[in-house]
């Protein structure tokens, strides 16, 4: 079977990144070979990217430079494990792709969309999932949840609540602005019961 490329997205605290291993478990279960990921990280030179950006004070880069480090560390991941793996007929599960860049920098931080999705066509070299999971939920809900892990990675945590609310905005609607690629979860579902509807999803 073909590679397929499968991303999971959501604000802080929905749920994705459980998800995104249940998946990658399930299928690996049924004898496919797959390749579990995230973003920002992936590759040594993108993990030492993802440290400046989950760490340090919230205003420590401006939307632009914050872009910029997110698609430098995309371009090392793509390039390096990415694009590898689905080359090799491997299912790529990845946490976090260019959605969260279009939510967090573009809808949280004001860079337009069509800038950020011409920024990425250049380092990825046009690479898109073949399916977009999106984790629903509430802005502040999803915070306490975040916030609750204590994980040393809070800068974005951090930010004032506002921001999540858009980011929220922007992953409420992606589904519906993109049915093709994105399928919308309710990320405040039991666990179990959310693994079973996005199984459902991924083989139909």
Same mark, same amino acid.
């Given at each position: 079977?073909?590679?397929?490329?499968?991303?999971?997205?959501?604000?802080?605290?929905?749920?994705?990144?459980?998800?995104?291993?249940?998946?990658? &478990?399930?299928?690996? &279960?049924?004898?496919?070979?797959?390749?579990?990921?995230? &973003?920002?990280? =992936?590759?040594?030179?993108?993990?030492?990217?993802r440290a400046l950006l989950v760490t340090g004070d919230p205003d420590r880069w401006t939307p632009?430079?914050?872009?910029?480090?997110?698609? /430098?560390?995309?371009?090392d991941h793509v390039a390096r494990v990415i694009r590898p793996a689905l080359e090799r007929g491997?299912?790529?599960?990845?946490?976090?792709?260019?959605?969260?860049?279009?939510?967090?920098?573009?809808?949280?931080?004001?860079? /337009?969309?069509?800038?950020?999705?011409?920024?990425?066509?250049?380092?990825?070299?046009?690479?898109?999932?073949?399916?977009?999971?999106?984790?629903?939920?509430?802005?502040?809900? =999803?915070?306490?949840?975040?916030?609750?892990?204590? !994980?040393?990675?809070?800068?974005?945590?951090?930010?004032?609540? !506002?921001?999540?609310? #858009?980011?929220?905005?922007?992953?409420?609607?992606?589904? /519906? !602005?993109?049915?093709?690629?994105? #399928?919308?979860?309710? =990320?405040?579902?039991?666990? /179990?019961?959310?693994?079973e509807q996005i199984w459902s999803a991924v083989q139909a």
């Amino acid at each position: 079977m073909a590679g397929r490329f499968i991303t999971f997205e959501g604000g802080e605290g929905s749920g994705k990144s459980t998800q995104a291993r249940l998946l990658a &478990e399930r299928l690996k &279960e049924s004898g496919q070979a797959v390749v579990l990921t995230r &973003e920002p990280g =992936g590759t040594d030179g993108a993990e030492s990217v993802r440290a400046l950006l989950v760490t340090g004070d919230p205003d420590r880069w401006t939307p632009w430079a914050e872009a910029c480090l997110v698609n /430098a560390a995309r371009a090392d991941h793509v390039a390096r494990v990415i694009r590898p793996a689905l080359e090799r007929g491997d299912w790529v599960i990845c946490d976090r792709f260019v959605d969260s860049t279009r939510a967090y920098q573009g809808a949280g931080k004001g860079i /337009a969309d069509a800038d950020l999705c011409d920024l990425h066509a250049h380092v990825t070299g046009g690479l898109w999932p073949d399916l977009t999971i999106v984790m629903a939920i509430d802005g502040d809900a =999803g915070l306490r949840r975040a916030r609750a892990r204590n !994980d040393g990675e809070g800068r974005f945590e951090a930010h004032e609540g !506002d921001f999540h609310s #858009r980011i929220a905005a922007f992953f409420g609607r992606l589904a /519906a !602005d993109e049915p093709k690629r994105c #399928r919308a979860f309710d =990320g405040r579902l039991p666990i /179990a019961d959310l693994a079973e509807q996005i199984w459902s999803a991924v083989q139909a």
